[in-house]
């Protein structure tokens, strides 16, 4: 019932910027956090950014100080705002949300993901 549904890619020249939007639906769970994930072929999913509900915010070293994420707890997105695009960036970003439902003394968790937007940075 969960999905999360992205937007916003495309193909850009280096130094180029692309915002990617993000909105969850269906949450049945108190959202802990919200991030993005990078994905290419034949290599390790990449954590790129995530912010908690409380604001807590982490960046990959790759990408700080050129990618912006920020989220709007009510309406239950996240974007990312990336700038100055290296062909590094390249890849299929996939929306991340996690949280919990503490019932009966236990704490069952949750994380649930988007089927991605391509995003290719290329001149």
């Known amino acids: 019932q969960v999905q999360l549904v992205e937007s916003g890619g495309g193909l850009v020249q280096p130094g180029g910027s692309l915002r990617l939007s993000c909105a969850a639906s269906g949450i049945m769970f108190r959202i802990s956090g919200m991030g993005w994930y990078r994905q290419t072929p034949g290599k390790q999913r990449e954590l790129v950014a995530v912010?908690?509900?409380?604001?807590?915010?982490e960046y990959a070293e790759s990408v700080k100080g050129r990618f912006t994420i920020s989220r709007d707890n009510a309406k239950n997105t996240v974007t990312l705002q990336m700038n100055n695009l290296k062909p590094e960036d390249t890849g299929v970003y996939h929306c991340n949300v996690f949280g919990s439902v503490v019932a009966s003394g236990s704490r069952r968790q949750y994380n649930s993901w988007g089927q991605g937007t391509q995003v290719t940075v290329s001149s």
């Open positions: 912010i908690g509900s409380s604001g807590t915010i």
